[in-house]
Nanobody, 120 residues
Framework: QVQLVESGGGLVQPGGSLRLSCAAS????????MSWYRQTAGKERELVAA????????NYADSVKGRFTISRDNAKNTVTLRMNSLKSEDMAVYYC?????????????WGQGTQVTVSS
């Protein structure tokens, strides 16, 4: 079955770094756009970063540009989010997301989330 398993979350001080990883299985990983979203209590889930199926193109939320880097390894079915210069406002549950369209049909998968806490 489809699985997206995030890891790497935890507690970090402001200004610190974390690397989130997402291991995918059960679908053709290399055909999917992969993204990281985040959500805090009472707020909608927001897109943080995305990478195209080939890995050639990325896009980022304005709030993380220059600090976060998304990358993928289609040979290992993994997507990584490198987060630097973390701020308190980056604290959230981070979710891995896989998405593709095949004709009129949309395929859409989510991981269970990993908590990132930024605090001194």
């Amino acid at each position: 079955q489809v699985q997206l398993v995030e890891s790497g979350g935890g507690l970090v001080q402001p200004g610190g770094s974390l690397r989130l990883s997402c291991a995918a299985s059960g679908f053709t990983f290399s055909s999917y756009v992969m993204s990281w979203y985040r959500q805090t209590a009472g707020k909608e889930r927001e897109l943080v970063a995305a990478v195209t199926a080939s890995g050639d193109n990325t896009n980022y939320a304005d709030s993380v540009k220059g600090r976060f880097t998304i990358s993928r390894d289609n040979a290992k079915n993994t997507v990584t989010l490198r987060m630097n210069s973390l701020k308190s406002e980056d604290m959230a549950v981070y979710y891995c997301h896989a998405h593709r369209w095949v004709g009129d049909y949309e395929y859409d998968y989510w991981g269970q989330g990993t908590q990132v806490t930024v605090s001194s």
